[in-house]
Nanobody
Framework: QVQLVESGGGLVQAGGSLRVSCAASGRTFSSYTMGWFRQAPGKEREFVASITGSSTITDYTDSVKGRFTISRDNAKNTVYLQMNSLKPEDTAVYYC???????????????WGQGTQVTVSS
């Protein structure tokens, strides 16, 4: 069982930066692919970024490439999402997720956090 707790959300102006974190419980954190997803008001939850257990491979949805960076610190059981050049359309609840497989599809992720709100003002 893995428990995930996100933090670091908040209100930021367009063009600004924010880093959200996700702390995981358990001893096998490094064996999990970690992903970030987001859900904007009135929209379905969507994939944002993912990272393999050893950080060797990352993946990003096109709309955040070059602006967001996913990273992890296995010693701290934490995954991060650094968000730069934020846009109002990045406003959403951001969720982290852990899974044994690799990919963008939500059902392959077994564990989910409760989410953290990110609001970007114009």
């Amino acid at each position: 069982q893995v428990q995930l707790v996100e933090s670091g959300g908040g209100l930021v102006q367009a063009g600004g930066s924010l880093r959200v974190s996700c702390a995981a419980s358990g001893r096998t954190f490094s064996s999990y692919t970690m992903g970030w997803f987001r859900q904007a008001p009135g929209k379905e939850r969507e994939f944002v970024a993912s990272i393999t257990g050893s950080s060797t491979i990352t993946d990003y949805t096109d709309s955040v490439k070059g602006r967001f960076t996913i990273s992890r610190d296995n010693a701290k059981n934490t995954v991060y999402l650094q968000m730069n050049s934020l846009k109002p359309e990045d406003t959403a609840v951001y969720y982290c997720a852990a899974g044994r497989a690799w990919g963008r599809i939500q059902f392959i992720y077994d564990y989910w956090g409760q989410g953290t709100q990110v609001t970007v003002s114009s």
